[in-house]
C-alpha cells in the first residue's frame, strides 16, 4: 500500500536549516524480508499491563514550528480508546493513553523520549508521530509500535505498524494518475514539488512512470522552495507549455498559492493535490478550489453525507470524534491515529491470554485485510512490512461548492483500484479482500 504522508503533514522547513523537509514523504522502496518475530528474549514480557488497564505511551511533536503538523495523532488515538473504553474496554481492562511526551519537533529529544516511554513510564505499546521517528529502539525492545509514517523508515520490524502499512512505494501512486489525466481527457501535464526529496521523490518517480507510458509532461519544477514559493512563474510557464493538467507535491500552503495564480492568469488546467482534502481548508478557500481533486487512501469523510448508511465505519468514525475529539474529524493525521489505536486493539484482542508485547505483535501480523472498521484500503500485515502491494485503491474526491465530494468511483463505491505495474491508460481492477464499501 502506498501511504501518502504528505506535503502539508510532512512540516516545514525550519529557516536557518537543520529542520525537517517539507512534501511528500519519500516513499520507501520494498525492504529486504524481515522475520515476523522479535528478537529473541524480548517481548515476552507485559509492561504496562494491570488487570484494569494498558497503558500506552504517545511521543509526537506538541510543540515548536512542527507541531501544527505532528500534534493531531494523539487526538484521533484518544478518541478510539475514549469509544472502546465507552463500551467496556478491551477484555475488561481499558486503554489508557498514560503518557503524552513531547518531542518539540527534535531528533535528540524524540530519542529521550524513546527511553523515557520504553524504559522508565514501562509502556505496552507507542503511538508515534515525529518526523524524527527512529526504529532501532523500538525493534530492539519489540515494542508495539504505530503510527505515521513521514520519512519512510518503519519498514521492515515486524513490530512497526505505520497507519496503512509500513512498506511505501513510489510506483503505486502513477496507476491513479493516469486514470484521473484520462478521464479529464488532459493532453499536457505539469508538475509542481519542493527541493527536497520529501516532496520531489514521489513527484519526479510518477512523472517518469507518466513519460514511458507515453503521456505529455510538458513542464517540471521540482526545486521550488518549502517556505514562501512563487509559483506564479511556474503557473506562467505552464501556461506558455499549454498545459492542462497539473499535479502538485506542495504543501496546502504551496497548492493555495498555485491554485490562486491559475485563478489570477485564467489557466484553464485539471489541478491535483495529494495535500488540502481537509473540510476546514475547502470551506475557507473555496472560491480558489472549485474543480480540484485530492486522492486519498481512506474513505473520504463527505461520504457519509453522499452516501448515508453506506460506509458505517466512517459514520462510527465521525460520531466518536464529534464526541471524544470536536474539531479533529476532518483531520487527516488524527484519522491516522484513529486508524493506529483499532489496529493496536485489533492485536490486542487476537492476542488473548498470550497477552504479551510478543503475543500481540504475532497476532497482528496475522491480520490480513485490515482496513480499520471500513476505513481504509485493507492492509495485509502478513506482508505489509516489507512488500509493497501489488494492487492500491484510493479515492478521488473534487471540490464542489463548500466541500470536496467522492467522484469517478463505481456507484457508491469510492474507491478505484489499480494494478501498480499498469500506467498507460490503466483500467480499475478487482478490489482486494476487505475494501470498504459495496463489493457489487
Known sequence: MLVLA???????LVAGGGGPPAGAAPARRAAPRASLSCRAGTGTGAPGVTSKTIKVAA?????????ADFGSLVP??????????????????????????????????????????????RAFAVAASSYWFTPTYFAQTCTPTYGYNVNGNWAGPPNLFAAGGSVLSLKTIAPAVAYLIDRTRSTSVAILAYNVSTSSDLCRATGTLLRRAGYHVSFTDLKLTPIDANVTPDVQRMQQAGANFV????????NVALARAV??????????????????VVKKYKSLLQGVYFNVQNVPESAATVFPGVYKGLATYLQAMNRYAPGYAGNALALDGWESAALMVAGIRAAGHHLTQAGVVAATNKLTDFSAGGLQDPVDWATAHTQPT???CSAFEQVKGTRAVPVLGHGKQVFLCFAAATVRHPEPVAAPKGLPGPTG
Open 263 to 280: 485563478q489570477q492568469y485564467g489557466l484553464k488546467v485539471h489541478q491535483l493535490w495529494f495535500d488540502g482534502a481537509d473540510a476546514t
Open 247 to 254: 499535479l502538485s507535491c506542495m504543501t496546502v500552503t504551496g
Open 390 to 392: 501489488r494492487v492500491s
Open 76 to 121: 484521533g488515538v484518544k478518541a478510539y480508546f475514549d469509544m472502546v473504553n465507552a463500551h467496556g474496554g478491551v477484555d475488561g481492562r481499558t486503554m489508557q493513553l498514560a503518557y503524552n511526551l513531547d518531542d518539540a519537533g527534535l531528533s535528540s529529544q524524540f530519542q529521550a523520549d524513546t527511553h523515557t516511554a520504553i524504559d522508565q513510564d
Open 59 to 67: 511521543i509526537s511533536t506538541l510543540s515548536g514550528i512542527l507541531a
Open 6 to 12: 504528505l506535503a502539508g503533514v510532512a512540516g516545514l
